[in-house]
Structure formats: C-alpha cells, structure tokens
C-alpha cells in the first residue's frame, strides 16, 4: 500500500508533559497535537500502547490488547466525579524530565483504585450502561485480562505458570470459583481499561479531525506472563508446565556481541494455521481500532525468526525456523482487506524477507544514522531509498543525532560530512532534512532529534534491561521555530498537508 507523501514525529504519550509524573491523554496530548498542526507534520507515531513490563518496557506487556494504566488522564476521572481536586496534587519528587516509575506506578494507580471505588459506589445509569457497553464490546479478550491480573494480585505476582495447577491449566470450575472470589479486583482492571480505551479514542479522534493520523507499534512477540499466553496456551511453544521451550530474540548485531534474548516465548505455527490465523486476524483488527497506521516490530520474524532454547542465557546458540508469513498475511488480508502497515526490516534481512514485505505492499524502514558507515552502496543511504519506504534519522532504539554524532567513528564524521555538505554543527536538522528529501514517501523524526537533545535523552538501548523508556519533555523546551523549520521542510519537499485539509 502507497502511503501519501508526508511527515510526522514520533514521541510515546508517556514522554509528553504533564503534573503527574508521566505524560498521558490530559490536555498535554491535545496540545501536542495542535501543535503537530501548526508544524506541518500529519503523522504522530508512538510506542506500543500496552502496559509496561519488566524494565518497564512497553514491548513486554501483560497484555497484547489492553491499555497501559499509566495513561489515563487523572483530570479527566476528576471531571466525571470519580476523584476529588485533592487526588490531583501532585506529590513531591515526581518530575517534569522524566518517567520515575518507581514513585509514578504508585501514585497513579492510587488514584485510578479510588476512582474506580468512587464509579462502583455512585456511578450514574449512564455511566454504568456505557461501562457495560464496552466490556461487552471488547469481552473476546478482556475477562480472560482482568480475570488474569486479579490472579496475579492474588497469587503476589508470581509468574503464572507456578499458580495453583487447576489454574494453570485453567479447568473451568477452578475459573469459576476465581470469577466469584475476585469479582471485585475483576471490576477495577476492567473500569481501568474502560477509562484507557474511552480517553485515548477521544483523543484519536481529536487528532484525525485535526488532519493528524496516529502510527501505532504492535510487537511481533508478546511476553509469556501476560493474559493471552495464560489463556491460548496451544498457541505457544511452551512445556506441559507452562514453561517456555524456546524463546525469541536476535543473533549477535550491531548493539550487542552476544545477541538480544528477549524472553518471549515463541508461536506454536501450526495450532495458529489450524484456525486460519484466527488470533493474529483479531489482535491486528483490534489494533487497528486504536491507530491509524500500525508498524509491526521485527517484522522478520514473519520469514523465520531466531529461535533460542529457553535454558541458554543468551541469544548466541539460537537458531533461524521459518515462519508463516505469506499464509498470515494473506488470512489478515482476506479478513480485513488492505492494511496501512509499515514493516520495521531492520537487522538480518535477507531476500525472503523483503519478498514477503514487497508481496503484500508493506513499505519498509530506513535509518539514516546507520546510512555512513559504509559507501555509496549502503541502503540506507537517501539515494538508495525506494518510494515505499518510511525515513527515520533514528527510532526509539537509537542514540539522539546528538548522541549518535559525539560517538561516530572517523570513517562515518568523514562520510557524513561529505554526503550532507555540512560542517557538523546542527546534525540533529541536517538528518532531519535529509530525511525529509529522500524519496522515500514517510519520514518521521524523533522529538528528541527536533529538540537537538543529547545522548542522555535517548528513549531505551536495546539488550540493557533497565534505566530506560524514561524521557520526558517540558513545553520550555519548545520554541516557536521548532514549529516552523518543521513546517517549512515539510512544504519544501511536498510532505506538508494539502491546503484546506485538517
């Protein structure tokens, strides 16, 4: 699928400002939107929109459906009358640059407890019918979530595979004595998810009149403790203890010389074919009610995906399996019609895997700070790119242009230097340029690169598991050229929204 010529910036709403400690679907989004607008950008692309895991990593989710509670705007539950003016001071040594875990998951989830109380006590017919609406609505995967995170609480977060066995292996009488016993807890994580999914698809909306179109992340793997590995067990490369056999991740690469091990356990392939792809068919479906666009992450691992055995502690003694790809995508197509998807195809590509992307229109990805490390062949390079293709100076993954310029090698400050016919003094816009030049139909620019921040800004390195997805921003730090070189790019080189739009 062609996309329109455009650009966006990619920021995750946890990173936006705001007085409780993370950023969320408050005012700030809405202003970050407008603000989108007035630069000239139609796309805002952000990081999975699941609740965070361990490292508190979005991609690690325990869920591959729900919403991060971290979001939901605590203004907006004092507005419905579920929470009092008191409840939205913020307490000290919550801050303004970054996400401070650690002090927000409490605070926050204090909050959304008492709102939720509140709502279960004096909720209006109104809002109870709604409530009822969409757990209706969203039923296929939302008991087995919040019937899974009530058990978590009750068995103190142990992995779920070391519950009680008639839980583990999930008999419907042992299901049903913890529907009644945990009805309670059952009812706050579904109010949570009703209070997620009803700000953020008003905020969607909010954008997509504004002209803005949203580019969602779905991760191809999904973490073992979460509710659907807990509840589609089949699906799952897993012993009969629940346990992952193998488990996914990449060979040793460009950010680490002993691979990335990421831990999740791997698809049954087979058991997924039986259905025709019945649970991918509704996991994109869903997430296509969120997001405009989705980018799927690693999409190699469609062609054949790095295979580790679950006992090794690295990712050094895995191995390549081939995996469904055309078959899966092609139930998708056949399910929902034509997708807006962008295949992220960095890491070892070979020719399977940009046959599948090609096969079925899916533009790929380029990142411009891998471009100057070779030579004019490089694919990276702007003069290598294809039309279908979207523009990165750097994803999340990244250093900052900042970063990633203090720590070049000779070789690519020589390059760079050379292909770009700058002097080094504003790499950050220089990148950003280039990407808006290349022919390539997206460019999307990371906020920190707009920013021109450093290093210690970068949003998560991969393979270090910890002290990362903390970045925020502080409206002090935007000016009013910000907007305006933005806007000024996007109309020199025809990614500026057509007049009368928006």
Same mark, same amino acid.
Request: aromatic content about 12%; proline content about 7%; hydrophobic content about 45%.
């Given at each position: 699928?062609?996309?329109?010529?455009?650009?966006?910036?990619?920021?995750?709403?946890?990173?936006?400002?705001?007085?409780?400690?993370?950023?969320?679907?408050?005012?700030?989004?809405?202003?970050?939107?407008?603000?989108? !607008?007035?630069?000239?950008?139609?796309?805002?692309? %952000?990081?999975?929109?699941?609740?965070?895991?361990?490292?508190?990593?979005?991609?690690?989710?325990?869920?591959?459906?729900?919403?991060?509670?971290?979001?939901?705007? &605590?203004?907006?539950?004092?507005?419905?009358?579920? &929470?009092?003016?008191?409840?939205?001071?913020?307490?000290?040594?919550?801050?303004?640059?970054?996400?401070?875990?650690?002090? !927000?998951?409490?605070?926050?989830?204090?909050?959304?407890?008492?709102?939720?109380?509140?709502?279960?006590?004096?909720?209006?017919?109104?809002?109870?019918?709604?409530?009822?609406?969409?757990?209706?609505?969203?039923?296929?995967?939302?008991?087995?979530?919040?019937?899974?995170?009530?058990?978590?609480?009750?068995?103190?977060?142990?992995?779920?595979?070391?519950?009680?066995?008639?839980?583990?292996?999930?008999?419907?009488?042992?299901?049903?004595?913890?529907?009644?016993?945990?009805?309670?807890? %059952?009812?706050?994580?579904?109010?949570?998810?009703?209070?997620?999914?009803?700000?953020?698809?008003?905020?969607?909306?909010?954008?997509?009149?504004?002209?803005?179109?949203?580019?969602?992340?779905?991760?191809?793997?999904?973490?073992?403790?979460?509710?659907?590995?807990?509840?589609?067990?089949?699906?799952?490369?897993?012993?009969?203890?629940?346990?992952?056999?193998?488990?996914?991740? /990449?060979?040793?690469?460009?950010?680490?010389?002993?691979?990335?091990?990421?831990?999740?356990?791997?698809?049954?392939?087979?058991?997924?074919?039986?259905?025709?792809?019945?649970?991918? !068919?509704?996991?994109?479906?869903?997430?296509?009610?969120?997001?405009?666009?989705?980018?799927?992450?690693?999409?190699?691992?469609?062609?054949?995906?790095?295979?580790?055995?679950?006992?090794?502690?690295?990712?050094?003694?895995?191995?390549?399996?081939?995996?469904?790809?055309?078959?899966?995508?092609?139930?998708?197509?056949?399910?929902?019609?034509?997708?807006? %998807? %962008?295949?992220?195809?960095?890491?070892?590509?070979?020719?399977?895997?940009?046959?599948? +992307?090609?096969?079925?229109?899916?533009?790929?990805?380029?990142?411009?700070?891998?471009?100057?490390?070779?030579?004019?062949?490089? +694919?990276?390079?702007?003069?290598?790119?294809?039309?279908? =293709?979207?523009?990165?100076?750097?994803?999340?993954?990244?250093?900052?242009?900042?970063?990633?310029?203090?720590?070049? =090698?000779?070789?690519?400050?020589?390059?760079? +230097?050379?292909?770009?016919?700058?002097?080094?003094?504003?790499?950050?816009?220089?990148?950003?340029?280039?990407?808006?030049?290349?022919?390539?139909?997206?460019? /999307?620019?990371?906020?920190?690169?707009?920013?021109?921040?450093?290093?210690?800004?970068?949003?998560?390195?991969?393979?270090?598991?910890?002290?990362?997805?903390?970045?925020?921003?502080?409206?002090?730090?935007?000016?009013?050229?910000?907007?305006?070189?933005?806007?000024?790019?996007?109309?020199?080189?025809?990614?500026?929204?057509?007049?009368?739009?928006?």
């Amino acid at each position: 699928m062609r996309f329109p010529r455009c650009s966006g910036v990619l920021l995750h709403p946890t990173s936006l400002p705001g007085p409780h400690g993370s950023g969320d679907f408050g005012p700030d989004a809405y202003h970050f939107v407008d603000w989108l !607008v007035s630069a000239g950008q139609r796309l805002w692309q %952000i990081l999975p929109l699941g609740g965070i895991g361990p490292g508190n990593s979005p991609y690690m989710s325990t869920s591959a459906f729900a919403g991060n509670l971290l979001l939901i705007d &605590l203004q907006e539950l004092h507005q419905q009358g579920w &929470l009092d003016a008191d409840d939205l001071l913020p307490e000290p040594g919550l801050s303004a640059s970054h996400v401070d875990f650690a002090r !927000v998951v409490p605070f926050r989830m204090a909050r959304l407890e008492r709102a939720a109380a509140r709502f279960a006590a004096e909720g209006t017919a109104a809002q109870r019918e709604a409530f009822e609406t969409f757990c209706r609505g969203q039923a296929s995967w939302l008991e087995d979530y919040a019937l899974f995170m009530a058990l978590c609480e009750a068995q103190d977060w142990k992995l779920w595979c070391d519950w009680p066995a008639s839980l583990v292996r999930r008999e419907p009488p042992a299901l049903a004595r913890a529907a009644v016993e945990h009805a309670a807890r %059952i009812g706050f994580w579904k109010f949570c998810q009703w209070a997620f999914f009803r700000q953020w698809l008003k905020l969607k909306a909010y954008a997509n009149g504004k002209g803005v179109e949203i580019i969602g992340d779905a991760p191809i793997f999904i973490a073992h403790q979460s509710a659907e590995v807990w509840a589609n067990q089949a699906l799952f490369l897993l012993d009969d203890a629940g346990h992952p056999t193998v488990v996914a991740g /990449v060979p040793p690469d460009f950010f680490s010389a002993t691979g990335q091990r990421w831990g999740n356990p791997l698809y049954r392939w087979t058991e997924h074919a039986r259905d025709n792809f019945a649970w991918w !068919v509704e996991r994109v479906r869903r997430t296509f009610e969120l997001v405009d666009v989705v980018r799927i992450d690693h999409f190699r691992g469609f062609a054949a995906c790095w295979e580790i055995p679950a006992s090794e502690p690295t990712a050094e003694k895995g191995h390549w399996v081939p995996a469904p790809g055309e078959a899966l995508f092609k139930a998708i197509a056949k399910a929902l019609g034509p997708m807006p %998807i %962008i295949a992220e195809d960095l890491g070892v590509i070979t020719p399977d895997v940009d046959a599948l +992307r090609k096969k079925f229109g899916f533009p790929g990805m380029r990142i411009l700070q891998f471009a100057f490390a070779g030579d004019a062949s490089d +694919r990276f390079l702007p003069h290598n790119h294809e039309p279908d =293709t979207v523009v990165y100076v750097g994803t999340h993954d990244n250093n900052t242009v900042a970063g990633w310029w203090a720590e070049a =090698t000779d070789h690519e400050r020589h390059y760079a +230097r050379g292909y770009l016919a700058t002097d080094g003094h504003d790499m950050p816009w220089t990148m950003i340029r280039a990407a808006c030049r290349s022919v390539g139909d997206t460019a /999307v620019h990371p906020m920190q690169d707009v920013l021109a921040l450093p290093a210690s800004c970068r949003m998560n390195f991969p393979g270090q598991s910890s002290g990362w997805w903390t970045w925020r921003f502080e409206w002090r730090q935007v000016h009013a050229w910000h907007a305006h070189r933005l806007a000024e790019l996007a109309r020199l080189y025809g990614r500026a929204a057509p007049a009368g739009s928006g």
